[in-house]
């Protein structure tokens, strides 16, 4: 606010309050002495005391330090006037009489020029006589004289109270990707900021229009925000700093009595239409917009004016939008899906965006369909050898028709030489005839085999009508099989991200996790040019960010060690991606110190998962960290001991029909192999039969199929047979072994080899996999079901897990050491931007919390009422409810009333801060902010974690075997 309007609002307040002043003044100084009047000079002299206090206040912001010690002294001394007697009060009369009209005339003058000398002298000959009021003696009256007569002058004043115009760097306009952009970020940026930019424009249009309503210009107010606070997160400052000039003009306009200069509305159009050009840019790797830059400083500038800084009247020139060149956006921009490869050209078709649950939705119901053509395709097959069936059952028929035909020629014939032979010796009988009853039999007999012989001909007739029928529903649901299978694979096609979208989260957890243990670390990465699955994406990288922590927290020493054991100081992590039957195969490679096999065993005997007597090798030592709440830290960290890290791995894992192994040797580093297949709902399996039982085995877990049978030896290496059935029913030691004359499953359990006998092996193909009941999903070796052609049920099996020799682990001791496993902190993430609530989440749960988002307020208060939270993040402005009515709701009508709130916006204003702290808010985050600064602020508000005794070390000659 400008200084002169400052002064103008109290030269009003005191005009309106100068008449109640003048009637309080006449109490305090004329009303008698009696203890009817006591009460009503108490009232009067707080009524004056008020009124000089308000306005010491505010003249003393502006530095009128005169004026305000004036006022004080006076206000002071009125305070005191109900326990005087009358002839005390009454030479306080003439100057609580003029002050009023002092205090106006003193701030007129000073807003044209100087203060008049002659009032001022007035003011202190009253303030002389009314010694009660002002006890000054004549140097302190001569130096409060001096201070009303020589104030600051307005225009110092004003200029010493303005902020320089700072127009926005280079960088701040700059439309450049960060080099670390998230690919998933930037195609949820594009994805939302054409319809952000759809409702500026609209606002600013009805604006010009004088049309537009309050509930308008918040939504576009908010779409601003929103669009600069994603920008921000995205890295593309650019549009951030554009988008937060249009948002503080929009500000402006919720002010009743705000009205738009001539030339603003224009300016804010160009604006949007630069970041319309903009976002095209971004999404077609267009040529850049030239005016960007000009029209945001332009837009700054006009921002910048309007609250209040002094801006040069040449950064106004609205004439720079006269001659920008003519850009149209382009209208694929609206639903982008992605952002293009920079080679794409023009001549490809616009993209669209499909959520991934819808994608998700299709791909089953194309995996129904496709089950349905392969049942249909078996169901014809079998109709077809049935009819071919049909065929040898109609020669068949023929063969004996003819045979009946034969044999009533032959009975007919010869009954008629029988009755030749008798009809000498008959008179009644004509030679050569049958006689009535002979004749009919004949007859019959006959008629009944030729309408047989013309069923069959019928049969045969419909038979051959049939066929093509039947070919044609062959060929069809072949076909429909064929066509089922291309859209599945399209489908999937359009599921595929490359692994290169993992890179800028994976750098980042090693970059964190380096940066709080006190570590160097450089992680490399090669082959995630890959793609593979979206839905394999997610869990795929919660396997590696636990991976990644546990090399860099256990594996990699500190720089002192390593210089001392002669390594370079920096760690290395290596993380390769391949290719490999179907799947995707990880390697996870440090050179740091090793697994300390001692220390794992000490663990396992220390916590009662192992007798200390147990013998180990050093393969099933190894195995030891993968079990949950398996930890051999000793005290809890935020990077280690929650026992969380490699159980949650393999869980990971199973659920991609995925694997898990690590080599190690002391000092040399850790190996880390993880297997997942690259596409969800399909694997190629080998379809075998047991013991009248059906299983799917993946093709990766297989070094050969033998359907001869017999033993294979391969580099001299002995391989153990296993029957099936008895590896199911858990009889591993005692399984029986495998007839030679029996097909055989070859597979590597940990560098051994087995032979898994079965009854029967049909075929390998693809087969469509369906989500495991959770009851089967418990059962160890099971990692699915699918439905086989015939209708039936498939399971699928993990022969690596069947195989594998069990640890002598303590069933009670593991139950407890899950029971002990710390809970992940449990967040909530609370904003109307998709963008932010993703890029939130994803900081988050690289850093092992547990995240639950919200879309506005409303969802988070009903998330609050569903779950219990450790924290809150939210957002400020948001639809339905912002971000201080949710926070006012969790402190004064949850059931979680202390839970830590963090409010994260762009308003980081006094004002906004006092009104956070009185709903409750725990701490404030400004953006654009760092990343470690908000889990600095995390850490800080979640509380410390317990710490526990590390086990005693045995000696170390007896822990295992096999070292």
């Known amino acids: 606010m400008q200084l002169a309007e400052l002064a103008l609002l109290l030269i009003a307040e005191a005009e309106s309050s100068r008449d109640d002043l003048f009637v309080t003044?006449?109490?305090?100084?004329?009303?008698?002495?009696?203890?009817?009047?006591?009460?009503?000079?108490?009232?009067?002299?707080?009524?004056?005391?008020?009124?000089?206090?308000?306005?010491?206040?505010?003249?003393?912001?502006?530095?009128?330090?005169?004026?305000?010690?004036?006022?004080?002294?006076?206000?002071?001394?009125?305070?005191?006037?109900?326990?005087?007697?009358?002839?005390?009060?009454?030479?306080?009369?003439?100057?609580?009489?003029?002050?009023?009209?002092?205090?106006?005339?003193?701030?007129?003058?000073?807003?044209?020029?100087?203060?008049?000398?002659?009032?001022?002298?007035?003011?202190?000959?009253?303030?002389?006589?009314?010694?009660?009021?002002?006890?000054?003696?004549?140097?302190?009256?001569?130096?409060?004289?001096?201070?009303?007569?020589?104030?600051?002058?307005?225009?110092?004043?004003?200029?010493?109270?303005?902020?320089?115009?700072?127009?926005p760097s280079e960088e701040a306009m700059s439309l450049a990707l960060p080099a670390d952009a998230e690919q998933s970020v930037i195609e949820g940026f594009l994805a939302e900021g054409p319809g952000q930019v759809e409702r500026l424009v609209g606002a600013i249009t009805a604006l010009a229009r004088a049309s537009a309503s309050a509930q308008q210009l918040e939504l576009a107010h908010r779409a601003a925000h929103t669009l600069k606070g994603t920008a921000a997160i995205a890295g593309i400052r650019g549009i951030a700093t554009l988008a937060h000039a249009l948002e503080d003009l929009l500000e402006l306009f919720r002010e009743q009595d705000f009205v738009a200069p001539d030339g603003l509305l224009p300016v804010m159009l160009?604006?949007?239409?630069?970041?319309?050009?903009?976002?095209?840019?971004?999404?077609?790797?267009?040529?850049?917009p030239e005016n960007f830059g000009r029209v945001t400083l332009l837009v700054h500038a006009w921002a910048s004016h309007l609250c209040g800084l002094d801006v040069p009247q040449e950064a106004l020139d609205i004439s720079v939008l006269s001659h920008q060149p003519v850009q149209q956006a382009s209208a694929a921009m609206v639903g982008t899906a992605a952002v293009s490869s920079p080679e794409a050209t023009a001549e490809e078709e616009a993209q669209i965006r499909i959520p991934a649950k819808v994608l998700d939705k299709i791909f089953r119901v194309i995996n129904e369909l496709a089950i349905g053509n392969l049942r249909l395709r078996t169901q014809t097959d079998e109709l077809m050898t049935r009819a071919a069936s049909s065929a040898s059952l109609e020669q068949t028929a023929n063969l004996r028709l003819a045979e009946i035909e034969r044999r009533v020629t032959l009975e007919g014939l010869g009954r008629v030489a029988q009755s030749r032979g008798s009809s000498a010796g008959s008179a009644s009988a004509p030679a050569g005839e049958f006689d009535a009853i002979e004749l009919d039999k004949y007859n019959e007999l006959a008629g009944a085999t030729q309408a047989l012989a013309e069923a069959i001909g019928d049969i045969r007739n419909a038979r051959e009508d049939l066929m093509p029928a039947l070919r044609q529903v062959t060929a069809l649901s072949q076909r429909q099989l064929e066509f089922a299978r291309e859209a599945r694979y399209q489908i999937t096609q359009a599921r595929l991200r490359p692994l290169s979208d993992l890179r800028s989260r994976l750098r980042r957890t090693v970059r964190q996790t380096s940066s709080v243990l006190g570590k160097e670390v450089n992680l490399e990465i090669t082959g995630?040019?890959?793609?593979?699955?979206?839905?394999?994406?997610?869990?795929?990288?919660?396997?590696?960010?636990?991976?990644?922590?546990?090399?860099?927290?256990?594996?990699?020493?500190?720089?002192?060690?390593?210089?001392?054991?002669?390594?370079?100081?920096?760690?290395?992590?290596?993380?390769?991606?391949?290719?490999?039957?179907?799947?995707?195969?990880?390697?996870?490679?440090?050179?740091?110190?090793?697994?300390?096999?001692?220390?794992?065993f000490d663990k396992a005997v220390w916590s009662g998962l192992i007798a200390p007597e147990a013998k180990l090798s050093r393969e099933e030592i190894q195995r030891l960290i993968f079990l949950p709440g398996f930890s051999t830290r000793s005290s809890v960290t935020e990077t280690s001991g929650r026992g969380v890290g490699l159980d949650a791995v393999t869980q990971a894992l199973s659920s991609l029909q995925g694997n898990v192994s690590v080599r190690s040797d002391a000092g040399a580093g850790t190996a880390f192999r993880l297997f997942a297949l690259a596409t969800v709902g399909t694997i190629h399996a080998l379809h075998v039969e047991a013991d009248g039982e059906h299983f799917l085995i993946p093709s990766i877990q297989l070094v050969r199929a033998d359907a001869a049978g017999g033993v294979i030896n391969t580099l001299d290496a002995p391989v153990q047979d296993i029957w099936l059935p008895g590896l199911l029913h858990g009889n591993y030691a005692s399984a029986p072994a495998v007839p030679e004359d029996r097909p055989g499953l070859v597979i590597d359990v940990d560098g051994s080899l087995r032979r898994i006998g079965v009854n029967r092996i049909f075929e390998a193909r693809e087969f469509l996999i369906a989500p495991t009941p959770e009851l089967i999903s418990r059962l160890p070796g099971i990692s699915g079901v699918t439905t086989l052609a015939d209708g039936s049920l498939g399971v699928v099996l993990d022969l690596l897990d069947l195989s594998r020799k069990q640890l002598p682990v303590r069933q009670d001791s593991l139950r407890d050491m899950k029971a002990s496993v710390q809970e992940q902190k449990h967040i909530l993430v609370v904003d109307d931007s998709a963008s932010v609530r993703n890029t939130i989440s994803a900081l988050l749960r690289d850093e092992n919390y547990k995240v639950t988002v919200a879309r506005d307020g409303l969802a988070g208060m009903q998330a609050c009422i569903d779950h219990r939270f450790d924290l809150v993040l939210t957002d400020l402005e948001m639809p339905e409810l912002n971000g201080f009515e949710l926070t006012e709701f969790i402190r004064n009508r949850?059931?979680?009333?202390?839970?830590?709130?963090?409010?994260?916006?762009?308003?980081?204003?006094?004002?906004?801060?006092?009104?956070?702290?009185?709903?409750?808010?725990?701490?404030?985050?400004?953006?654009?902010?760092?990343?470690?600064?908000?889990?600095?602020?995390?850490?800080?508000?979640?509380?410390?974690?317990?710490?526990?005794?590390?086990?005693?070390?045995?000696?170390?000659?007896?822990?295992?075997?096999?070292?």
């Open 894 to 963: 949850s059931e979680q009333r202390s839970v830590p709130v963090v409010l994260l916006t762009s308003r980081g204003q006094d004002k906004h801060r006092q009104r956070g702290e009185e709903a409750g808010v725990s701490a404030f985050m400004v953006k654009p902010y760092a990343d470690h600064q908000l889990l600095e602020t995390i850490r800080k508000h979640v509380g410390a974690t317990e710490k526990t005794d590390r086990p005693e070390r045995r000696d170390k000659n007896a822990l295992y075997v096999g070292a």
């Open 270 to 288: 160009a604006g949007c239409d630069q970041l319309d050009l903009g976002l095209v840019h971004l999404a077609e790797h267009s040529a850049a």
């Open 528 to 600: 995630d040019d890959l793609r593979v699955d979206a839905a394999v994406l997610e869990p795929l990288s919660e396997a590696l960010l636990h991976l990644l922590r546990n090399s860099v927290d256990h594996g990699i020493e500190d720089v002192a060690t390593r210089i001392a054991a002669g390594k370079p100081a920096v760690g290395t992590v290596q993380l390769s991606f391949s290719s490999q039957s179907g799947g995707v195969v990880t390697t996870l490679r440090d050179d740091g110190q090793g697994l300390d096999h001692d220390a794992i």
């Open 25 to 167: 003044a006449l109490e305090l100084s004329a009303l008698e002495d009696d203890d009817s009047s006591e009460a009503a000079l108490g009232v009067a002299a707080t009524t004056y005391a008020d009124f000089c206090e308000r306005t010491a206040s505010a003249v003393e912001s502006i530095n009128l330090t005169g004026l305000s010690q004036a006022a004080r002294l006076i206000g002071e001394g009125v305070g005191m006037v109900p326990g005087l007697p009358l002839e005390l009060r009454a030479p306080a009369g003439p100057l609580l009489s003029y002050w009023p009209e002092f205090f106006m005339e003193y701030l007129r003058a000073w807003t044209v020029g100087a203060p008049d000398e002659a009032t001022i002298v007035t003011l202190l000959g009253h303030m002389a006589q009314a010694e009660f009021v002002t006890p000054l003696d004549e140097t302190q009256l001569t130096q409060l004289g001096a201070a009303l007569m020589s104030p600051p002058p307005l225009q110092e004043q004003q200029a010493a109270m303005t902020l320089p115009f700072l127009p």
